[in-house]
Every structure is written in C-alpha cells, then in structure tokens.
C-alpha cells in the first residue's frame, strides 16, 4: 500500500488533483474536466489518494464526491517542520541579496 509520501512524490498529476479539490468537492467527472484527463485515469489516482488517506469520499444519491482529508497536509507539514530552516535560511539570503541589488539601482 502507498504511503501519504509516495502519493505525493510519484505522479504529477496526483498534486494536480489535490490543487484541483482545495476549492472543495468535486465530482470525478468535474476533475476529469478540470485536469483534462480520462475518468479511468482520476478514478485511479483519486483511489491511491484515498488510501493514504488524502482524499475522502462522500455518496450523493448516485454521485461521488471527492474532497481533501486535512489531517493528512497536517502530518507531512508536521513531518517537515523540523526541515524548514532549508528553505527559510535561503529565502532569507535571497531576499538580502534582492534588497542589496535595489539599492545599488538607486545609487
């Protein structure tokens, strides 16, 4: 079974699935449309998004609602937290150097 970091790391078009649900539910069929992809295709990516637990799944007389799982963004944020110093370190030098670079601009 794929775990919530492999749903993450494999496919591309997993994410674009999990960008496609942040407005809220959707349809297979929605998704389907809004990524420009076969049904076959989202149903299949939607299943291992539900296994690992990232997607849930609600009945509406005949339709499927899929819709994001909270929980699961709050544990791979929890598990990146202490690896956060690795981008916020460089950012912050990134902005440094942005700043120096307007300042010699102006003089």
């Known amino acids: 079974m794929p775990t919530a970091y492999t749903a993450l790391s ?3 078009l ?3 699935l999990l960008d496609a649900l942040r407005p809220g539910p959707s349809t297979v069929g929605d998704l389907a449309e809004a990524t420009d992809l076969p ?8 299943r291992v998004l539900r296994e690992v637990g990232f997607v849930q799944v609600s009945a509406e007389a005949q339709r499927r609602w899929y819709s994001l799982r909270p929980e699961a963004f ?13 981008w916020e370190d460089r950012l912050d030098r990134l902005g440094d150097r942005l700043e ?3 300042d010699e601009e102006q003089t």
Request: proline fraction near 10%; avoid cysteine.
């Open 10 to 12: 494999l496919p591309p």
């Open 100 to 102: 120096t670079m307007q």
């Open 74 to 86: 709050a544990e791979v944020a929890d598990w990146l937290e202490p690896y956060r110093w690795l």
């Open 14 to 16: 997993r994410r674009d």
């Open 39 to 46: 049904q076959a295709v989202v149903s299949k990516q939607l």
